[in-house]
């Protein structure tokens, strides 16, 4: 149904939404003058969806991607329905616990349905907490801390797990005999970084892998890493794990360039959005490898009608999959929507008790993967992908099929 839509308004989006990528992050998506009121004879009032993720601050590539998928999503599915299905309202976090749960407040206020975030881990983990005590169905895009699922029967992910990533770099470094001497920088203070390096050195262990250097750093102490660049260096690691997010990321291989040390770097999806760095020389990335479950460079018919979409309305922006993972979650509640899980009548906590059994049997199809399932704990299944950086652009690497 998807693809369908898609194809549809490929041309018309371009002109339907020049107007979203200067939007504000706490503007309603896919809302007219009167959006309480559906456009189509019959339709019901929307479904408001609200989104909460950093649009300012270190982590804002990832939390203007998701604002940005998600208003796409909503712009495509209240295009193609002929009235407003969904409304979207965005808060910003700053990847801030405290924040993001005024955040959460605020949309609460709002009339907020179903929440769609938050983007990153510790954020989700306190919004979390208490989506649970109100029943309210929470779905993120990008937190990917195993934690932020158990936290509750009403929060699901889009992304996989932290231990999924660790256990598949680990397995894909070692089947490919990347390297023998293993580095690891990740940030103790952060539980996607540490969740991931846990799981990366039991399964690094396992396969025979030595881990000869493990500095970490913490959210006070990052300014500078060249330390534990050098630690890894000196410690003689051919290659270096990096569990963290693409600014700490580029931080890495600009101290490692200055002495002159290239080992492999391999990363997760935290290092997506690395390219867009600002004052980062995007060639010091070159040969960084990284699991990412879609590349904006694919080239079936999904992912590139999604990037055309995505690209006429944000002035030329390339999707990365954060964006990709947003865009997914707006489509899998339609999905809900479509058939007849949910409906605009329903109050929050009617729709969360819905939803919790639709998504537990439902499969899902999107732009980061096709066949899609979540388990009783609200972890998806997907298959993660490893991609090389290549004159700037994600190239799948060896063994991988698009």
């Avoid at 931080?251 to 290092?271: E, H, K, S, W």
Wanted: glycine share 8%; net charge negative.
């Amino acid at each position: 149904m998807k693809k369908l839509i898609c194809a549809t308004l490929a041309a018309a989006m371009a002109l339907s939404l020049a107007a979203c990528g200067s939007s504000d992050s706490t503007a309603a998506a896919g809302s007219t003058a009167d959006s309480t009121t559906a456009t189509a004879e019959g339709a019901s009032t929307p479904i408001k969806l609200g989104g909460i993720g950093p649009t300012t601050g270190n982590n804002a590539q990832y939390g203007v991607a998701v604002q940005q998928g998600e208003e796409l999503a909503v712009q495509e599915i209240n295009e193609a329905a002929g009235y407003t299905v969904f409304e979207l309202q965005f808060e910003d976090d700053e990847s801030d616990a405290e924040t993001a749960l005024n955040a959460y407040n605020n949309l609460k206020d709002w009339g907020m349905q179903i929440l769609l975030g938050t983007v990153t881990s510790t954020p989700s983990l306190t919004v979390g907490a208490e989506a649970a005590n109100d029943n309210l169905f929470m779905l993120t895009p990008s937190a990917s801390a195993e934690d932020v699922a158990l936290t509750g029967d009403n929060i699901f992910q889009m992304c996989f797990t932290d231990p999924n990533q660790g256990k598949a770099a680990a397995d894909y470094i070692s089947e490919h005999q990347l390297g023998s001497q293993i580095g690891i920088i990740y940030d103790s203070s952060d539980a996607y970084s540490s969740g991931i390096y846990e799981a990366f050195v039991a399964e690094a262990e396992a396969n025979g892998l030595t881990v000869v250097a493990q500095p970490s750093f913490t959210a006070d102490n990052k300014s500078d890493l060249s330390t534990q660049v050098a630690q890894c260096q000196d410690a003689g690691a051919d290659l270096v794990f990096l569990p963290i997010y693409y600014q700490e990321a580029s931080q890495v291989l600009i101290a490692a360039n200055r002495t002159g040390y290239a080992p492999t770097f391999f990363g997760c999806d935290g290092m997506d959005g690395i390219l867009g760095v600002e004052g980062f020389d995007t060639s010091l990335a070159d040969g960084l490898m990284m699991l990412c479950p879609f590349s904006a460079y694919g080239e079936d018919e999904t992912t590139v009608t999604f990037v055309n979409n995505y690209k006429a309305a944000f002035n030329d922006e390339v999707p990365n999959q954060f964006a990709a993972d947003a865009y997914d979650c707006v489509y899998a509640i339609y999905q809900c929507v479509q058939d007849g899980v949910i409906t605009p009548d329903m109050t929050a906590s009617e729709m969360c008790d819905a939803l919790k059994g639709a998504f537990t049997t439902m499969t899902f199809s999107g732009t980061t993967g096709e066949g899609q399932t979540w388990d009783e704990n609200g972890m998806i299944s997907k298959e993660p992908k490893v991609y090389t950086i290549q004159d700037g652009a994600y190239v799948l690497a060896e063994g991988e099929t698009a």
